[in-house]
């Protein structure tokens, strides 16, 4: 199987988009409606630059064996003439997202292969991935390329991901591990694979990383939970940033409010409990964005002492 283009993927796609393109008679109708992303597999009219760009990272890398083995899949894939065409064309009507896990399982392996190398081969394999997203994002995809460029994730609002850069940004200044809890959360919340159970318990480790040294500088043991006791009980000590409605500095109600909810809706803590309840995607999404606007605050000083 000969591949040709690759030159042309990588203009076109490396470019960043500064307006949303959108055709001559969406225009001409004056349609305003943002295109519907596509949630399963790798559509058609993707279909070809994506296994041109999944074949040149399989055969450039040397990564066929490594993917093959990763996702478990059949010894006839490496036995072939081409194991990395096979890969890249590899498709299963009765599994929509195998071909998605090919990708994903690639781009994990890349990042694998050139941990600890020069900068120079780190800087290409995120250029390749940085194409891949292109291509992702011009064909109107849910599924976009992590920011570590180790996988693939569901693509998130615009404004949701504005929020969680200043999250990570603001919890960077105050606590190493604040970052890393944080994009684990969204990963494990967003992957293609996504575990709404990890992804809360890392939400939470995101704010306690946080709050922690901040409101119980000195507690042997601290958790979010008693962070929630601390600021309920000791409230009139705290005022927020921003104003109320008498022009006085607010109260921390929502911040209490906003650590309760994230607190007591990780139901699938404990075990046994009559409100005890496997997590929902919806609920991990909504704790994750909830733990970063916490982390945002707290790192930033919208909360502080009277």
Request: hydrophobic content about 40%; proline content about 7%.
């Amino acid at each position: 199987m000969a591949y040709r283009g690759m030159a042309v993927i990588t203009a076109t796609y490396s470019r960043p988009v500064t307006t949303p393109w959108k055709r001559l008679t969406d225009r001409l109708a004056g349609k305003t409606e943002p295109e519907p992303l596509w949630a399963e597999g790798v559509p058609d009219h993707i279909d070809v630059p994506v296994s041109e760009w999944l074949y040149e990272m399989l055969r450039g890398y040397d990564m066929a064996a490594p993917v093959a083995i990763r996702l478990k899949l059949p010894s006839r894939i490496l036995r072939s003439r081409d194991p990395c065409s096979e890969l890249a064309t590899l498709d299963d009507r009765m599994n929509p997202m195998l071909r998605l896990e090919v990708i994903d399982a690639t781009l994990g392996c890349l990042q694998q292969a050139v941990r600890g190398a020069a900068w120079h081969q780190r800087d290409a394999v995120a250029s390749y991935a940085r194409q891949l997203d292109g291509i992702l994002r011009e064909g109107d995809s849910v599924f976009t390329v992590s920011e570590d460029c180790s996988g693939l994730e569901r693509r998130m609002d615009e404004t949701l991901h504005a929020t969680y850069d200043k999250a990570m940004e603001a919890g960077a200044a105050k606590a190493q591990t604040a970052p890393e809890h944080l994009r684990a959360a969204f990963t494990e919340a967003y992957g293609i694979n996504p575990d709404p159970s990890a992804a809360y318990s890392r939400a939470i480790k995101a704010v306690e990383a946080v709050a922690n040294p901040l409101f119980l500088p000195n507690a042997p043991e601290p958790t979010l939970g008693k962070v929630r006791s601390h600021l309920e009980q000791g409230g009139h000590k705290y005022e927020m940033v921003i104003a109320d409605k008498t022009g006085a500095p607010a109260s921390i109600d929502a911040v209490v409010a906003m650590v309760s909810l994230l607190w007591h809706g990780q139901r699938d803590r404990h075990e046994g409990g009559p409100t005890s309840a496997p997590l929902t995607q919806e609920a991990a999404e909504t704790a994750v964005h909830t733990a970063a606007i916490l982390v945002h605050w707290i790192s930033n000083g919208s909360i502080r002492k009277k």
